[in-house]
């Protein structure tokens, strides 16, 4: 995050090293901070409007022991490896 840009980054943990969490990039969104809060308020109106018909949405508490505990992965830092965009979106990803 800069003054200028908001970079949102989708991935999978694939695995953990050293108490880092291993990251496998798949999409990373780039947009500035009017259209970063400006997506916000849609999420949250839709999700708003989503747990009014369908009820409160519960994330799950991770119980698994390579996930840890929630303090844990607090801690934990990320390594992303961004080898595994797709081909049409390597050439951009060079440019960044």
């Known amino acids: 995050m800069s003054a200028f840009d908001v970079n949102i980054t989708f991935g999978e943990i694939i695995g ?6 291993i990251v496998e990039q798949h999409v ?7 259209h970063a809060k400006l997506l916000f308020r849609a999420l ?3 999700l708003q409007q989503y747990e009014a018909t369908f009820g409160p949405i519960r994330p799950p508490e991770l119980k698994t022991a390579e996930a840890g505990t929630k303090d844990q992965n607090e801690n934990k830092q990320a390594t992303i490896r961004r080898g ?3 081909d049409a979106d390597k050439g ?4 960044r």
């Open 16 to 21: 953990s090293e050293d108490n880092r969490l």
């Open 28 to 34: 990373k969104v780039i947009m500035s901070p009017l």
């Open 44 to 46: 949250g109106s839709t």
């Open 84 to 86: 595994s965009l797709p």
């Open 92 to 95: 951009a990803a060079k440019d």
